[in-house]
């Protein structure tokens, strides 16, 4: 039976100890009727209670496989819509706070995506020459829009294969919200530099001339992410002057200098297997989120290996940290006493194109 929805300001002063008592009773009730799925990012007094974890790519094949009615995703915004679209009609979506946004998402939207293709439609025969593709670190509405035009979504952990599937189809490739992941890509596939061009959705034709335009086969959106730009090739010179035997690894939402001095470059999950699986008594700079290099570094430390954390800095995804204990025992509280909070649910004809897209994904990665 549904009751009241109990208000979120109970739970806001809550010291963390009682969160913890109270998210254990709560998750005991609802038994296999709810699952926790967490992105790696996820700070760790709410990690430990992930049922399921993994990078965007992983999480959103969990999400189409689970059968709980209620998947409740620690993690960001875009992150509960794929579960919402990639999972059965009667399951249930929730973010636990729906400020837990990205802000690397918000750099495009389908207004500007529109203008864009519009505006590249003046100087080619866009619905033949070029293919969207968006990185899954975007709003439902954009993979809707790749779903209705051809296009296809991609996450770090596979863009080079969906670029090659795009290629396949379309000489040009227009890539947002994330430009170094795009460029990262293209450098990957042997694209020359000069051959990709960033389009600045402020700009009018995106800052480039119709000539540039015709030139690039990769149009990389202006869009980047906010923690993985403080790490610098600085950084990386440092530790390798101190640590010759060293090994540097970076996620591709780095920027191009930082990936291209790194030893290996990959997804959140690829980050975490290749130093599990690598040698004892290795050392490791990790360019990525610090909740998952702290986690890391202790998951590691009895093999010898030292992991160390790229920037000077605290880099942390501030939107990821605000799904905290507070939250999660207020929706936890809820679910068990009947009421739904926070569900995230995409429009139907969005879903349906967004689903498209993202089926794609999955058919190719
Ligand atoms: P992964 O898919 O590699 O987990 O990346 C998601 C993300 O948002 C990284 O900033
Ligand atoms: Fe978005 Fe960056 Fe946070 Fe990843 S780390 S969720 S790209 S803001």
Redesign the pocket.
């Given at each position: 039976m549904q009751t009241a929805t109990i208000s979120f300001d109970k739970f806001n002063q809550l010291q963390d100890d009682d969160c913890h008592l109270r998210i254990r009773a709560a998750r005991d009730r609802l038994g296999r009727e709810v699952v926790l799925l967490c992105?790696?990012?996820q700070r760790a007094d709410v990690y430990q209670y992930a049922d399921l974890t993994?990078?965007?790519?992983k999480l959103s094949r969990l999400a189409s496989q689970t059968d709980s009615r209620l998947i409740v995703f620690c993690g960001?915004h875009f992150m509960a819509e794929v579960a919402d679209i990639m999972s059965k009609p009667e399951q249930i979506a929730i973010l636990p706070d729906l400020a837990a946004g990205?802000s690397?998402a918000d750099m495009a939207n389908l207004a500007k995506v529109e203008r864009c293709w519009r505006e590249l439609a003046e100087v080619l025969a866009v619905e033949q020459e070029v293919t969207p593709v968006t990185y899954?670190?975007s709003a439902a509405d954009l993979k809707a829009f790749c779903g209705e035009h051809g296009g296809i979504v991609c996450?770090?952990?596979n863009a080079g294969t969906i670029a090659e599937w795009a290629f396949a189809r379309r000489a040009k490739i227009l890539f947002f919200p994330d430009q170094h992941l795009g460029r990262w890509t293209g450098f990957k596939m042997g694209i020359p530099l000069d051959e990709m061009m960033v389009w600045d959705p402020d700009l009018e034709m995106g800052g480039l001339t119709a000539g540039q335009i015709r030139r690039a086969r990769l149009l990389l959106w202006k869009g980047h992410?906010s923690?993985?730009q403080m790490f610098q090739p600085a950084h990386i010179l440092r530790f390798r002057n101190q640590h010759p035997d060293g090994l540097v690894i970076a996620?591709p939402?780095c920027s191009f200098e930082v990936c291209r001095q790194s030893d290996f470059v990959?997804?959140?999950?690829?980050i975490v297997r290749t130093i599990k699986d690598a040698k004892a008594n290795t050392r490791w700079l990790v360019g990525?989120?610090l909740n998952l290099v702290n986690r890391l570094a202790e998951e590691v430390r009895h093999e010898g290996k030292i992991v160390q954390f790229m920037a000077p800095t605290v880099c942390m995804?501030s939107t990821m940290q605000r799904i905290d204990p507070q939250h999660l025992a207020w929706t936890l509280e809820n679910l068990a006493d009947g009421t739904i909070v926070n569900q995230i649910q995409v429009p139907e004809h969005e879903r349906q194109l967004a689903k498209l897209a993202l089926e794609r994904m999955l058919a190719v990665s």
């Open positions: 992105h790696h990012y993994g990078d965007s790519l960001v990205c690397m899954i670190n996450t770090s952990s992410c923690v993985h996620h939402e990959g997804s959140t999950e690829h990525t989120e995804c």
